[in-house]
C-alpha cells in the first residue's frame, strides 16, 4: 500500500490530530478512504481523505458515484501497513 499525502488535518493545532475530512467536522478520524482520480493520477497513487464513524457512509458515497474510491479501512489498519512497508 502507498503511503499517503498525510494524515493531519492542515492547519491543525495539535501536530498529531487526525480529524475527520468532513467539511465543519472535528471529530476524531477513525476511518481512511482511499482514492484516486485517474484523470489526474497515477493508477497505483492513493489520495487519503479521514473519516469519524458519522461521516464514512457520505465521504466514501461522495468518492464512489464519482469512480475514485479505492478502499476504506480503520485508520489503525492504514498505519500499520504504512508502518510496515505494504
Do not use: I, Y
Amino acid at each position: 500500500m502507498n503511503s499517503p499525502d498525510s494524515l493531519l488535518f492542515p492547519g491543525s493545532a495539535d501536530a498529531g490530530a487526525t480529524v475527520c475530512s468532513a467539511k465543519g467536522c472535528r471529530s476524531a478520524a477513525v476511518w481512511v478512504l482511499a482514492w484516486n482520480n485517474p484523470k489526474l493520477h497515477t493508477p497505483e497513487r492513493r489520495k487519503t481523505w479521514l473519516a469519524c464513524d458519522e461521516h464514512r457512509e457520505h465521504l466514501s458515497q461522495f468518492l464512489g458515484v464519482r469512480g475514485f474510491l479505492k478502499d476504506v479501512v480503520t485508520l489503525e489498519e492504514w498505519e500499520a501497513s504504512v508502518a510496515g512497508g505494504d
